[in-house]
C-alpha cells in the first residue's frame, strides 16, 4: 500500500495527532462537528520524518499537495495565485504536543505583483488597504521565515513609515502607504535573501512547507522540547488552510478565546480581540487587544456565535479548549482549539470542577494533573511587583523562593538559625560536612556545580530552596563574602534566591506562602478552592493506587513531617548522617585504634548515640515501617582532607608544635586514601573489614525498637545492608546480625535485606533473594555504575552537550534510565521473585520521588517507592495515576 502523506480536514479526526499533529487533528475534529473551519488540508509528520531524515521531500508528496490544492480551489471557487481572484492559503506548523511559538507560520501565501490587484477588486471598498496590507505581511513573514531576512529590517522600514505618517499604529497607514512598504520590503528581501521575493504562488507554497519542516530542529523548539521533555523524533506537521482574513475593516478582527480563565480555573468568558487584524497581531502584541466582553459590544452576533462554538468544544473535548478564531466581515472561522495550557493551580481547580459537572470522573481528573504541577504548588514564590534588584543568575536547582542572611560558615549557619534568623548558605559548593547548615538554612546558594551537584540533590530531597552554578559570584568563604559585578555581599547581608529561575536578588524580596504545604502540614481544608481540589484528588489517587510510598527521613523531624504528608513509613534512613559533627572525634578514635580494646571504646561510645537517634525516628512512625541502611559513605569522609592535614602537620613540625594525635591521624588518611572511594571501602565492604561496626549499628536498631516497645510504642525496624554484590556478603553480615538480635531482649522482629545498587546484584537479584527479606533499589548509586558516570563530576562538564545532541532527553540522574538501569530493574525483579514470590521489594534512590519514574516502578511490579518527604505527595499522586493508566491500558 503506498503511504499517504496529505489528508483532507474532513479524513482525519483528534484521534490522529501522531501523524496529523495536534492543530490538524483538532481542525479534522472541528471540520466534522460541523464547526465554521476554513477547508484546507494537513501534510503528516510522516513527510516531515522523512524530509528531515533526507533532505528532501519524500517522492510523491509533492503530486498529493497538487491533488489536494486542486480539491480546495474547487471547495473555495479560487485559484492559488489567480491574478483576477487569488485563493490565498496560510501554512502553520503543528506538533503532537503543544509547541506554542516554537515553530514556523506563514500567512497570506499566493500574493504576488500582480494577485494583489485581484485581491484588492474583490475586497470592496477597503480592498486597496487590506490587500496592501496583507502583501507586506506576506513578504515580512516570509522573508523572516524561510529566507532568514532579520526581523529588525523589516521592523526598521515599517517604523520610518510610520513617522514618516507621524503616527505609532499600523492602521493609519492608507494604501498608498502600504503599497510603497511593499516596494520598500521587497528591497530588503532581495538585499538579505540574495534573490527576488519569488512571484511564482506554488513556490512560495513549496519553499513554506519546507520552512516549517526544518522549524522542527530550530533552536528555540529543540529547547522547548528538552524543557518539556517532548521526544525529538516526532517531527510536525503542516497545515494548509484557506485564508480568511480578520483585517478587512472594523466589521473583522481576530482573537484567542478559553473556555475558562486558564491562570485560576475559574468559568467565564476569558480572552482577547483585535479589530481589523491578523492572528499574528494578537501574539506579537503590536497593539493592544479588547477583551471578549468589548466584541459583544463590537459585533453582538459574532460574539454569541463564539459562545456558542466555545460551549460545544468544551462539552466535546470535556476540557477547557483554548481556541484561536477570525471573524471576516461579521463570519466567525475557527482556526484552531487544543486542549488548553493552565497554571498547576487551575489544573487541579478545573479537573475538580468538572467533577463536580458530571462531565468526568475522578480518574479521569487524577489523569488530568500530575506531579510536576503539584511540586510548582508546594513551592513558595516571590513577589516581584516591586522589581528589586538582581544581583546574578545561577542554576534554578530545587526550586521554591527563599531570604535570609547571607552566610558561609555551616556551624555559624546553625548557630544563627537556632536564635530564629532566616539564613541563605553560601558556599562555593557543598559537602556531606555542611549537612547542619544545609538543614538551618532557608536556602542554598553557591557559585560552582550543577543541578546534581551535592547541594542541588540533598537541597531537593529537603525541599528547600537551591541556587547552583552562580560561576559571576566570586566566594570568599573565609573572608565570609561574594563579590559580583562590582558589589560585595557580606556575611549578614539579606538576599533573595529564586530556585525556580536561579535568579539571586539584593535584599529582602516578598515571599507568598503555598497553601497547599499549610494543608499537608496541618491537614485543614479551609475554603481555598485550590487546596480542597488537590485533598480531592490526592485522597482519590490514594485509593487508586496499588504502590505504597515511603519517605527518605534521617531525623525524627523528617520523621514527623513524612507522616504528616502521608508517607507510609520509612524506605532509607541514611546512618551516615548521624557521624557528623561532634561524633567525628568518635569516628576518628574508631579509625585510630591499635587494638581491639581501643576499637571496643569508640564503638561503645557510639552505641547510645546510635540508639537515641532510633529512638526518635521509631516512635514517630509507629506501626509503620522504618528501613535502616548501615553505614554506607567511604570512612575517609568523615575525616580531614589528606592535603589539609598534611599542611597542618608540616607546619606544626616547623614550629615546633608537632602533634602525635595529627602524625597519627595522617598516617591513616593516608592509609585509607583512594583514588575512586565511591568504587573503594564503603557499605558492605566496610562492615566486613571493620570488626564491630555492623554489629554496634545493629545492637543500636535492636535497643531502640526494645526501648519504644517497652514504651508503649508500635516500632518495626528493617535492616538494610548497602552496596552487596555478592550473595556471601550479606549471608556474612546476615548471621552477625541475628546474632546481636537475639542477644536483645523484648526487641520486635527486624527484617534483614540489601540494597540492589551495583550492577552486578540485580544481575545475580535470584542468588541474593535467598538470604534477603526485602530489596531496595539504590538508583543514584545503580545509575551512576551502570552508566560508568561519577555524578558529582559529569554533569558540568558534559551533561549539557549530551543534552543538545539529544543522547540523553533528560539526565539519568533525575528520571530512571529505562532501556539500560530499568532494565537491570526488571530482571532482578524477575529473577528474585522467581526464587522468593513474596520479596518485599522497593526503591530508595531520588528517582523515588520523579513522576515518571513512578509510574515505571509500578509497571515493573515494586511493592512501594521512598524519596523525600517533600516528594512524597507527588508519589502519592504519580502512583494513583500509574494505577488508574495502567486499568485504562489493560481496558482498551
Given at each position: 500500500?503506498?503511504?499517504?502523506?496529505?489528508?483532507?480536514?474532513?479524513?482525519?479526526?483528534?484521534?490522529?495527532?501522531?501523524?496529523?499533529?495536534?492543530?490538524?487533528?483538532?481542525?479534522?475534529?472541528m471540520t466534522n462537528l460541523g464547526l465554521p473551519v476554513p477547508p484546507g488540508f494537513t501534510i503528516t509528520t510522516d513527510a516531515c520524518r522523512?524530509?528531515?531524515?533526507?533532505?528532501?521531500?519524500?517522492?510523491?508528496?509533492?503530486?498529493?499537495?497538487?491533488?489536494?490544492?486542486?480539491?480546495?480551489?474547487?471547495?473555495?471557487?479560487?485559484?492559488?495565485?489567480?491574478?483576477?481572484?487569488?485563493?490565498?492559503?496560510?501554512?502553520?506548523?503543528?506538533?503532537?504536543?503543544?509547541?506554542?511559538?516554537?515553530?514556523?507560520?506563514?500567512?497570506?501565501?499566493?500574493?504576488?505583483?500582480?494577485?494583489?490587484?485581484?485581491?484588492?477588486?474583490?475586497?470592496?471598498?477597503?480592498?486597496?488597504?487590506?490587500?496592501?496590507?496583507?502583501?507586506?505581511?506576506?513578504?515580512?513573514?516570509?522573508?523572516?521565515?524561510?529566507?532568514?531576512?532579520?526581523?529588525?529590517?523589516?521592523?526598521?522600514?515599517?517604523?520610518?513609515?510610520?513617522?514618516?505618517?507621524?503616527?505609532?499604529?499600523?492602521?493609519?497607514?492608507?494604501?498608498?502607504?502600504?503599497?510603497?512598504?511593499?516596494?520598500?520590503?521587497?528591497?530588503?528581501?532581495?538585499?538579505?535573501?540574495?534573490?527576488?521575493?519569488?512571484?511564482?504562488?506554488?513556490?512560495?507554497?513549496?519553499?513554506?512547507?519546507?520552512?516549517?519542516?526544518?522549524?522542527?530542529?530550530?533552536?528555540?523548539?529543540?529547547?522547548?522540547?528538552?524543557?518539556?521533555?517532548?521526544?525529538?523524533?516526532?517531527?510536525?506537521?503542516?497545515?494548509?488552510?484557506?485564508?480568511?482574513?480578520?483585517?478587512?475593516?472594523?466589521?473583522?478582527?481576530?482573537?484567542?478565546?478559553?473556555?475558562?480563565?486558564?491562570?485560576?480555573?475559574?468559568?467565564?468568558?476569558?480572552?482577547?480581540?483585535?479589530?481589523?487584524?491578523?492572528?499574528?497581531?494578537?501574539?506579537?502584541?503590536?497593539?493592544?487587544?479588547?477583551?471578549?466582553?468589548?466584541?459583544?459590544?463590537?459585533?453582538?452576533?459574532?460574539?454569541?456565535?463564539?459562545?456558542?462554538?466555545?460551549?460545544?468544544?468544551?462539552?466535546?473535548?470535556?476540557?477547557?479548549?483554548?481556541?484561536?478564531?477570525?471573524?471576516?466581515?461579521?463570519?466567525?472561522?475557527?482556526?484552531?482549539?487544543?486542549?488548553?495550557?493552565?497554571?498547576?493551580?487551575?489544573?487541579?481547580?478545573?479537573?475538580?470542577?468538572?467533577?463536580?459537572?458530571?462531565?468526568?470522573?475522578?480518574?479521569?481528573?487524577?489523569?488530568?494533573?500530575?506531579?510536576?504541577?503539584?511540586?510548582?504548588?508546594?513551592?513558595?514564590?516571590?513577589?516581584?511587583?516591586?522589581?528589586p534588584e538582581q544581583l546574578a543568575r545561577g542554576v534554578g536547582a530545587s526550586p521554591g523562593a527563599a531570604v535570609g542572611k547571607a552566610v558561609?560558615?555551616?556551624?555559624?549557619?546553625?548557630?544563627?538559625?537556632?536564635?530564629?534568623?532566616?539564613?541563605?548558605?553560601?558556599?562555593?559548593?557543598?559537602?556531606?560536612?555542611?549537612?547542619?547548615?544545609?538543614?538551618?538554612?532557608?536556602?542554598?546558594?553557591?557559585?560552582?556545580?550543577?543541578?546534581?551537584?551535592?547541594?542541588?540533590?540533598?537541597?531537593?530531597?529537603?525541599?528547600?530552596?537551591?541556587?547552583?552554578?552562580?560561576?559571576?559570584?566570586?566566594?570568599?568563604?573565609?573572608?565570609?563574602?561574594?563579590?559580583?559585578?562590582?558589589?560585595?555581599?557580606?556575611?549578614?547581608?539579606?538576599?533573595?534566591?529564586?530556585?525556580?529561575?536561579?535568579?539571586?536578588?539584593?535584599?529582602?524580596?516578598?515571599?507568598?506562602?503555598?497553601?497547599?504545604?499549610?494543608?499537608?502540614?496541618?491537614?485543614?481544608?479551609?475554603?481555598?478552592?485550590?487546596?480542597?481540589?488537590?485533598?480531592?484528588?490526592?485522597?482519590?489517587?490514594?485509593?487508586?493506587?496499588?504502590?505504597?510510598?515511603?519517605?527518605?527521613?534521617?531525623?525524627?523531624?523528617?520523621?514527623?513531617?513524612?507522616?504528616?504528608?502521608?508517607?507510609?513509613?520509612?524506605?532509607?534512613?541514611?546512618?551516615?548522617?548521624?557521624?557528623?559533627?561532634?561524633?567525628?572525634?568518635?569516628?576518628?578514635?574508631?579509625?585510630?585504634?591499635?587494638?581491639?580494646?581501643?576499637?571496643?571504646?569508640?564503638?561503645?561510645?557510639?552505641?547510645?548515640?546510635?540508639?537515641?537517634?532510633?529512638?526518635?525516628?521509631?516512635?514517630?512512625?509507629?506501626?509503620?515501617?522504618?528501613?535502616?541502611?548501615?553505614?554506607?559513605?567511604?570512612?575517609?569522609?568523615?575525616?580531614?582532607?589528606?592535603?589539609?592535614?598534611?599542611?597542618?602537620?608540616?607546619?606544626?613540625?616547623?614550629?615546633?608544635?608537632?602533634?602525635?594525635?595529627?602524625?597519627?591521624?595522617?598516617?591513616?588518611?593516608?592509609?585509607?586514601?583512594?583514588?575512586?572511594?565511591?568504587?573503594?571501602?564503603?557499605?558492605?565492604?566496610?562492615?566486613?573489614?571493620?570488626?564491630?561496626?555492623?554489629?554496634?549499628?545493629?545492637?543500636?536498631?535492636?535497643?531502640?525498637?526494645?526501648?519504644?516497645?517497652?514504651?508503649?510504642?508500635?516500632?518495626?525496624?528493617?535492616?538494610?545492608?548497602?552496596?552487596?554484590?555478592?550473595?556471601?556478603?550479606?549471608?556474612?553480615?546476615?548471621?552477625?546480625?541475628?546474632?546481636?538480635?537475639?542477644?536483645?531482649?523484648?526487641?520486635?522482629?527486624?527484617?534483614?535485606?540489601?540494597?540492589?545498587?551495583?550492577?552486578?546484584?540485580?544481575?545475580?537479584?535470584?542468588?541474593?533473594?535467598?538470604?534477603?527479606?526485602?530489596?531496595?533499589?539504590?538508583?543514584?548509586?545503580?545509575?551512576?555504575?551502570?552508566?560508568?558516570?561519577?555524578?558529582?563530576?559529569?554533569?558540568?562538564?558534559?551533561?549539557?552537550?549530551?543534552?543538545?545532541?539529544?543522547?540523553?532527553?533528560?539526565?539519568?540522574?533525575?528520571?530512571?534510565?529505562?532501556?539500560?538501569?530499568?532494565?537491570?530493574?526488571?530482571?532482578?525483579?524477575?529473577?528474585?521473585?522467581?526464587?522468593?514470590?513474596?520479596?518485599?521489594?522497593?526503591?530508595?534512590?531520588?528517582?523515588?520521588?520523579?513522576?515518571?519514574?513512578?509510574?515505571?516502578?509500578?509497571?515493573?511490579?515494586?511493592?512501594?517507592?521512598?524519596?523525600?518527604?517533600?516528594?512524597?505527595?507527588?508519589?502519592?499522586?504519580?502512583?494513583?495515576?500509574?494505577?488508574?493508566?495502567?486499568?485504562?491500558?489493560?481496558?482498551?
Amino acid at each position: 500500500m503506498t503511504e499517504k502523506y496529505v489528508y483532507d480536514f474532513s479524513e482525519g479526526n483528534k484521534g490522529l495527532n501522531d501523524l496529523l499533529g495536534g492543530k490538524g487533528a483538532n481542525l479534522a475534529e472541528m471540520t466534522n462537528l460541523g464547526l465554521p473551519v476554513p477547508p484546507g488540508f494537513t501534510i503528516t509528520t510522516d513527510a516531515c520524518r522523512a524530509y528531515l531524515a533526507t533532505g528532501s521531500q519524500p517522492p510523491k508528496l509533492a503530486d498529493e499537495i497538487d491533488e489536494h490544492l486542486l480539491k480546495l480551489e474547487g471547495t473555495m471557487g479560487r485559484r492559488l495565485g489567480d491574478p483576477s481572484d487569488p485563493l490565498l492559503v496560510s501554512v502553520r506548523s503543528g506538533a503532537k504536543f503543544s509547541m506554542p511559538g516554537m515553530m514556523e507560520t506563514v500567512l497570506n501565501v499566493g500574493l504576488t505583483d500582480e494577485s494583489v490587484r485581484g485581491l484588492a477588486a474583490q475586497a470592496g471598498e477597503a480592498g486597496e488597504r487590506f490587500a496592501w496590507d496583507s502583501y507586506r505581511r506576506l513578504i515580512q513573514m516570509f522573508g523572516r521565515t524561510v529566507c532568514d531576512v532579520p526581523a529588525g529590517a523589516f521592523e526598521k522600514v515599517l517604523d520610518e513609515a510610520k513617522r514618516a505618517r507621524g503616527t505609532r499604529s499600523d492602521l493609519d497607514l492608507d494604501a498608498d502607504d502600504l503599497r510603497e512598504l511593499v516596494t520598500a520590503f521587497k528591497e530588503v528581501f532581495s538585499r538579505h535573501a540574495g534573490r527576488q521575493f519569488p512571484q511564482d504562488p506554488r513556490e512560495q507554497l513549496e519553499l513554506a512547507i519546507r520552512a516549517v519542516f526544518e522549524s522542527w530542529n530550530a533552536e528555540r523548539a529543540v529547547l522547548y522540547r528538552r524543557q518539556e521533555r517532548i521526544p525529538s523524533d516526532l517531527g510536525t506537521a503542516v497545515n494548509v488552510v484557506a485564508m480568511v482574513f480578520g483585517n478587512l475593516g472594523g466589521d473583522s478582527g481576530t482573537g484567542v478565546a478559553f473556555t475558562r480563565d486558564p491562570a485560576t480555573g475559574r468559568q467565564g468568558v476569558y480572552g482577547d480581540y483585535l479589530a481589523n487584524a491578523q492572528g499574528e497581531d494578537v501574539v506579537a502584541g503590536i497593539r493592544n487587544t479588547v477583551s471578549l466582553e468589548d466584541l459583544e459590544r463590537l459585533d453582538k452576533a459574532g460574539f454569541d456565535d463564539l459562545m456558542r462554538a466555545m460551549a460545544a468544544l468544551e462539552g466535546h473535548y470535556r476540557d477547557l479548549c483554548d481556541i484561536e478564531f477570525t471573524i471576516e466581515r461579521g463570519k466567525l472561522w475557527l482556526l484552531q482549539t487544543r486542549v488548553g495550557k493552565r497554571t498547576p493551580a487551575a489544573a487541579f481547580i478545573i479537573a475538580s470542577q468538572l467533577v463536580d459537572e458530571g462531565v468526568i470522573d475522578l480518574d479521569e481528573a487524577v489523569r488530568r494533573v500530575n506531579g510536576a504541577q503539584l511540586v510548582q504548588l508546594m513551592f513558595p514564590t516571590f513577589d516581584l511587583s516591586a522589581a528589586p534588584e538582581q544581583l546574578a543568575r545561577g542554576v534554578g536547582a530545587s526550586p521554591g523562593a527563599a531570604v535570609g542572611k547571607a552566610v558561609f560558615d555551616t556551624d555559624r549557619a546553625v548557630r544563627l538559625a537556632a536564635d530564629g534568623e532566616r539564613v541563605i548558605l553560601v558556599r562555593r559548593e557543598t559537602n556531606p560536612d555542611d549537612l547542619p547548615g544545609i538543614i538551618a538554612a532557608r536556602g542554598v546558594l553557591t557559585s560552582r556545580g550543577g543541578k546534581t551537584s551535592h547541594a542541588a540533590v540533598v537541597a531537593r530531597g529537603m525541599g528547600k530552596t537551591c541556587v547552583c552554578g552562580a560561576d559571576s559570584l566570586d566566594v570568599d568563604v573565609p573572608s565570609g563574602q561574594f563579590t559580583v559585578d562590582g558589589t560585595t555581599v557580606a556575611d549578614g547581608d539579606l538576599i533573595s534566591i529564586d530556585g525556580t529561575t536561579g535568579k539571586i536578588y539584593l535584599g529582602e524580596v516578598p515571599v507568598q506562602d503555598s497553601p497547599v504545604v499549610r494543608y499537608f502540614e496541618t491537614g485543614e481544608i479551609g475554603d481555598d478552592p485550590l487546596v480542597a481540589a488537590v485533598h480531592r484528588l490526592l485522597t482519590h489517587a490514594d485509593e487508586r493506587r496499588r504502590l505504597r510510598v515511603r519517605a527518605n527521613a534521617d531525623t525524627p523531624e523528617d520523621a514527623a513531617r513524612s507522616r504528616r504528608f502521608g508517607a507510609q513509613g520509612i524506605g532509607l534512613c541514611r546512618t551516615e548522617h548521624m557521624f557528623l559533627g561532634e561524633r567525628r572525634e568518635l569516628v576518628e578514635a574508631l579509625i585510630l585504634a591499635d587494638t581491639d580494646e581501643d576499637r571496643q571504646l569508640a564503638l561503645d561510645a557510639l552505641l547510645p548515640l546510635q540508639r537515641k537517634d532510633f529512638e526518635g525516628i521509631l516512635t514517630e512512625m509507629a506501626g509503620l515501617p522504618v528501613t535502616i541502611r548501615l553505614i554506607d559513605p567511604p570512612l575517609h569522609e568523615f575525616l580531614p582532607s589528606l592535603e589539609e592535614l598534611s599542611v597542618r602537620v608540616a607546619v606544626a613540625q616547623e614550629r615546633g608544635e608537632e602533634s602525635r594525635r595529627d602524625r597519627k591521624l595522617l598516617a591513616a588518611v593516608r592509609r585509607m586514601h583512594e583514588q575512586n572511594p565511591m568504587l573503594g571501602l564503603r557499605g558492605v565492604r566496610l562492615g566486613l573489614v571493620i570488626p564491630g561496626l555492623f554489629a554496634m549499628q545493629v545492637r543500636a536498631i535492636a535497643e531502640a525498637a526494645a526501648s519504644v516497645r517497652l514504651a508503649g510504642g508500635d516500632p518495626h525496624p528493617e535492616i538494610m545492608v548497602p552496596l552487596v554484590g555478592a550473595v556471601q556478603e550479606l549471608e556474612t553480615v546476615r548471621a552477625e546480625a541475628l546474632t546481636v538480635l537475639a542477644e536483645v531482649s523484648d526487641a520486635p522482629e527486624a527484617l534483614i535485606g540489601t540494597m540492589i545498587e551495583v550492577p552486578r546484584a540485580a544481575l545475580t537479584a535470584g542468588e541474593i533473594a535467598q538470604a534477603a527479606e526485602f530489596f531496595s533499589f539504590g538508583t543514584n548509586d545503580l545509575t551512576q555504575m551502570g552508566w560508568g558516570f561519577s555524578r558529582d563530576d559529569v554533569e558540568a562538564s558534559f551533561f549539557s552537550r549530551y543534552l543538545d545532541l539529544g543522547i540523553f532527553r533528560v539526565s539519568p540522574f533525575e528520571s530512571i534510565d529505562r532501556d539500560g538501569v530499568g532494565r537491570l530493574i526488571r530482571i532482578a525483579v524477575q529473577d528474585s521473585r522467581a526464587i522468593r514470590p513474596n520479596l518485599k521489594i522497593g526503591v530508595c534512590g531520588e528517582h523515588g520521588g520523579d513522576p515518571d519514574s513512578v509510574h515505571f516502578f509500578h509497571e515493573v511490579g515494586l511493592d512501594y517507592v521512598s524519596c523525600s518527604p517533600f516528594r512524597v505527595p507527588v508519589a502519592r499522586l504519580e502512583a494513583g495515576r500509574a494505577a488508574i493508566e495502567a486499568v485504562g491500558s489493560d481496558s482498551r
